[in-house]
Nanobody, 125 residues
Framework: QVQLVESGGGLVQAGGSLRLSCAAS????????MGWFRQAPGKEREFVAAISGSGINTYYADSVKGRFTISRYNAKNTVYLQMNSLNAEDTAVYYCAVATVAYTIDFVPNKYSYWGQGTQVTVSS
């Protein structure tokens, strides 16, 4: 069983930055892609970013490309999301997740098996 705990969310002004962390326990995840998703009130959960198990390959939603950076530190079983130039449209609960199948990467929630509890990010304009 894998447990994921996100941290780093909060309230920030437009144009500001936050760094989210997701610490995993219960299994070594270096063979599994990890992703960040977000869900705003009244909207479906959407893909934000994903990173391969090795950390070499990264993928981003168009809405965050150039502003957000995903990274991972496998020695600590942790994945990060650095968010810069935040705007009101980035307000959501952010979740990290582990891909279901090793050595694959995908961009839809149903391809991920384990989820954290989420961390709220609120951007004030």
């Amino acid at each position: 069983q894998v447990q994921l705990v996100e941290s780093g969310g909060g309230l920030v002004q437009a144009g500001g930055s936050l760094r989210l962390s997701c610490a995993a326990s219960g299994r070594t995840l270096s063979s599994y892609a990890m992703g960040w998703f977000r869900q705003a009130p009244g909207k479906e959960r959407e893909f934000v970013a994903a990173i391969s198990g090795s950390g070499i390959n990264t993928y981003y939603a168009d809405s965050v490309k150039g502003r957000f950076t995903i990274s991972r530190y496998n020695a600590k079983n942790t994945v990060y999301l650095q968010m810069n130039s935040l705007n009101a449209e980035d307000t959501a609960v952010y979740y990290c997740a582990v891909a279901t199948v090793a050595y694959t990467i995908d961009f839809v929630p149903n391809k991920y098996s384990y989820w954290g509890q989420g961390t709220q990010v609120t951007v004030s304009s």
